[in-house]
Structure formats: structure tokens, C-alpha cells
């Protein structure tokens, strides 16, 4: 049975707090791959601050060095908001033979079962929540209810499962970056040198 983990977010920008986690669940789960998912309108957001075709640029250049991972550009492509039931049922029409995992921390699994067809999601993948080592997955509200319902301990060649997965989880938000950025205050060691190399030859995050 063939993983391929799917990562999904806006990445404006992505740094170290997106990269880190991906690549221990990749290590824990045995991955065969992680697609990093670029939306173009995220659904419970605001509009990203940089065009897509800079996010997937930097997207690009964050992961050159890591060969399991790989940029997915099917969201961008569609333009519109961004829904991962749509996504993973593209994914699963080009990847009929692999198992797929949504990949969430624990914040975005509280709000999962506001999802958009959440059912669906778990009828065309697995879920991995990402939580910090000893740090509980949130079970005392909705998305709590589902997870109890799909727990499992492991992976199965089935879909519809949902395991725990413990990562060094970096205090790191795309927002703190911006605000480093609009203060001209540096951001090295927050995110990979190729994207910060990206933002200033772009102007990108700076103060209007």
C-alpha cells in the first residue's frame, strides 16, 4: 500500500513550522510522497497576500532539496475557493491505487467537522492530526465526536481513518513572518534561505 500524504494551506509564506512537521509525519507514517496543496482562496480566510504563482514559487523552492515532496498545483489551477473534498477527489481519480492522508494540526482538526462535506472527505482519505508529543487531540468538541468514531492506531488499506501523529510542532505562523517583514526585521532561521532569498527579490510582505 503506497501513502502519499496531502498538505494543504495557503503557504503565505511557507517556513519552517509547515516543513519540519511534514516531514516527521512522511517519516512516522512512511509516506511515499507529501504534496504540498497551494489553495488559491482559502474558504475560512482572508485573501492571501501574494499572487499563487509566488506561493508556488516559493513552494518550489522550499522542498528542491527534499525529494519526497512535491508541489500540487490542482487548486491553483481551478482558481476559485478552495475545497478539499474537491481536491482529494481529483487526486484519487490520477492515484486510484494509493492511499491518501490529509495532513491537519490540531487547531484545523478542532474546525474539521465544519468542513465543507467532511464525510466526504473521509469516504477519499485518511486524516493524520499533528499535535505536539503529550499534547492531547482536542476531543471535547464536535470534530471530537468523529475522531472517536474513526480512531485508529494504525493505517489500513481502508479510508475513513484518523491516527495521531506527534511532531516538534515550531511556534512559527505566516503571520509573525509578516509582521517581521512590514517591521524590516529579519527572518532568518524562521524559514529556508531560498524563500527568504524569494520575498526580497520580490518586495514581497513589505509595508505599503
Request: aromatic content about 8%; overall charge negative; proline content about 6%.
Amino acid at each position: 500500500m503506497k501513502l502519499i500524504g496531502v498538505n494543504g494551506g495557503t503557504f503565505d509564506p511557507i517556513h519552517y513550522g509547515h516543513l519540519r512537521p511534514a516531514l516527521e509525519v512522511q517519516q512516522q507514517l512512511d509516506l511515499q510522497q507529501v504534496l504540498f496543496v497551494p489553495c488559491y482562496q482559502p474558504v475560512h480566510r482572508g485573501t492571501p497576500e501574494v499572487t499563487a504563482e509566488l506561493r508556488c514559487k516559493m513552494i518550489q523552492s522550499a522542498i528542491a532539496e527534499q525529494p519526497l515532496f512535491a508541489l500540487e498545483t490542482f487548486e491553483i489551477d481551478q482558481g476559485g475557493p478552495s475545497y478539499m473534498v474537491q481536491t482529494l477527489a481529483a487526486l484519487k481519480q490520477r492515484m486510484a491505487q494509493e492511499s491518501l492522508v490529509l495532513m491537519m494540526g490540531t487547531d484545523a482538526f478542532a474546525k474539521f467537522h465544519t468542513w465543507h462535506d467532511w464525510a466526504g472527505i473521509l469516504n477519499l482519505a485518511n486524516i493524520a492530526v499533528m499535535h505536539r508529543p503529550n499534547e492531547p487531540v482536542p476531543i471535547d468538541c464536535e470534530s471530537g465526536v468523529i475522531y472517536q468514531a474513526h480512531y485508529a492506531e494504525q493505517l489500513t488499506e481502508l479510508n475513513g481513518q484518523i491516527v495521531e501523529v506527534a511532531v516538534t510542532q515550531l511556534d512559527i505562523s505566516s503571520t509573525l513572518i509578516k509582521e517581521h517583514l512590514k517591521r524590516g526585521d529579519a527572518v532568518d532561521y524562521l524559514l529556508p534561505p531560498p524563500v527568504i532569498k524569494q520575498i526580497k527579490q520580490h518586495g514581497l510582505y513589505q509595508t505599503i
